[in-house]
């Protein structure tokens, strides 16, 4: 058997505790920094002055949400008109009524249907409030939207179909 020979000694430095350094954003700006470039590049808010005739935007949206869930129209056809968060919101109802129609094992048809009477109303400056009454042979429904003037055109920032 041949020999162990000795690890060579390591001299260590002694540990010295030094304060953490502050934390920066990822992006490397200061805090202050980020927030103004959001707040620069974000939606800019649109007075209604300076948009259309918001009552065809609304009749409209109805009608391609109405035949989103019914499976008759695709829905990045209406994405540019509408808030992120009412895009997923009305992609998981989109799903939902396709699984609901293959459980039935119904095929997608366009539906039949009438808009009846809108009301429209203005809370503040910038910000449509509306109704669409949906009329088809089976029953009537309701649409409300809320449209936002961001970026010098109307977005829907809430659909909900009652």
Not at 120 to 145: K, L, T, W
Request: include cysteine; glycine fraction near 4%; proline fraction near 8%.
């Amino acid at each position: 058997m041949s020999p162990v020979a000795a690890a060579p000694a390591v001299e260590t430095a002694p540990v010295t505790e030094t304060a953490p350094a502050p934390k920066r954003p990822r992006s490397g700006r200061t805090i202050h920094a980020r927030i103004a470039h959001e707040e620069f590049f974000d939606y800019q808010p649109t007075s209604t002055a300076d948009l259309p005739d918001p009552r065809p935007l609304v009749e409209n949206l109805t009608r391609c949400v109405v035949e989103i869930l019914a499976g008759a129209r695709e829905l990045e056809q209406i994405a540019r008109w509408v808030t992120d968060d009412v895009y997923s919101t009305l992609l998981k109802r989109q799903v939902i009524s396709a699984r609901a129609r293959a459980a039935r094992g119904k095929p997608v048809i366009r539906p039949a249907f009438a808009l009846g009477s809108t009301i429209i109303c203005e809370p503040r400056d910038g910000i449509i409030e509306a109704v669409v009454v949906v009329n088809s042979r089976a029953r009537s429904r309701a649409v409300a939207v809320r449209l936002e003037g961001l970026d010098r055109r109307w977005r829907a920032s809430a659909i909900h179909v009652l």
